[in-house]
């Protein structure tokens, strides 16, 4: 499943049935991301290509197959149907997530995640766009919040992932321009540089980090990142950050206050935090 084109305004859903038995062939365990660029509870995708997706994964157990959507009222249909007709599901080797670059799509779709059934259930802050109160969906017990309804118990996110925008426009970016390696200064002035001497710039900002890169995190997104990072380790929950972002995927790093922070859940009970 792909689609990179831009077709009247649009980028179509494009189906490649032909690649969906290549995890069978695969002798070694690895993580799946399925549909990385494209969301597998598209509208335009096919309950009977679904149905395949699912087969597959039920038929390589050996590997971790990890689902992110911006539709889970789908996601949760779909999921509910299997559920009741299989004494099966979940699978362990499923997981399930959503996407919420803000608080308000936090609000939306994460209620109706944790009211699906999944052996691992996580949320994808990317590109983070805003201040994010993760919470309530942290620690048990966790309430489904539904306004007009009974309020359902659910069991807490088990993995939370954040990240910046890469590319895009400059006001969606979590760094600014810093400095050029090795020199106190920037270079040639050019659109969206910050003219101002590494010791101006760089006081909240570790300096040793900051030679690395051309970018640094802006004030307010640190100290969004910091708090996303704080919750998770106040509730035990895994977080992994992917990067700041910036022009290129790399050009902030990943390193947020010394540590780049790589955890995945049910990892033998481990949660790591590599040091920078």
């Known amino acids: 499943m792909a689609g990179r084109r831009f077709v009247k305004g649009a980028i179509p859903v494009l189906l490649h049935p032909e690649r969906l038995n290549q995890p069978l062939g695969w002798r070694k365990p690895r993580r799946v991301f399925v ?66 670059e803000n608080q308000r799509m936090a609000e939306q779709r994460i209620p109706i995640l944790l009211d699906t059934p999944a052996a691992v259930r996580f949320v994808s802050c990317e590109p983070l766009l805003g201040p994010l109160d993760l919470r309530k969906w942290l620690q048990p017990p966790v309430y489904s919040g539904y306004e007009g309804t009974n309020s ?60 690395l890169f051309d970018y640094r995190p802006k004030p307010q997104a640190l100290e969004w990142m910091r708090r996303i990072r704080d919750d998770c380790q106040a509730a035990g929950v895994s977080l992994l950050v992917k990067g700041w972002g910036g022009p290129k995927p790399s050009s902030g790093g990943r390193v947020l206050d010394g540590k780049i922070w790589h955890q995945f859940p049910r990892q033998g009970g481990e949660q790591l935090a590599m040091e920078g």
């Open 152 to 211: 359902y118990e659910y069991p807490p996110l088990d993995w939370v992932l954040v990240g910046g925008e890469s590319g895009g426009p400059e006001n969606r970016r979590l760094v600014e321009y810093c400095c050029r390696k090795g020199s106190p200064f920037g270079p040639p002035q050019r659109e969206h540089d910050i003219y101002r001497p590494r010791e101006t710039i760089c006081e909240t900002f570790n300096r040793n980090e900051c030679q």
């Open 35 to 100: 549909c990385s660029l494209a969301d597998l509870f598209h509208e335009a995708v096919p309950d009977e290509f679904i149905d395949h997706v699912f087969a597959t994964m039920a038929l390589a157990p050996q590997h971790t197959f990890q689902l992110l959507s911006k539709r889970p009222e789908r996601m949760r249909e779909y999921i509910g149907k299997l559920s009741s007709s299989n004494r099966i599901w979940p699978l362990e080797n499923y997981w399930l997530g959503v996407s919420a």
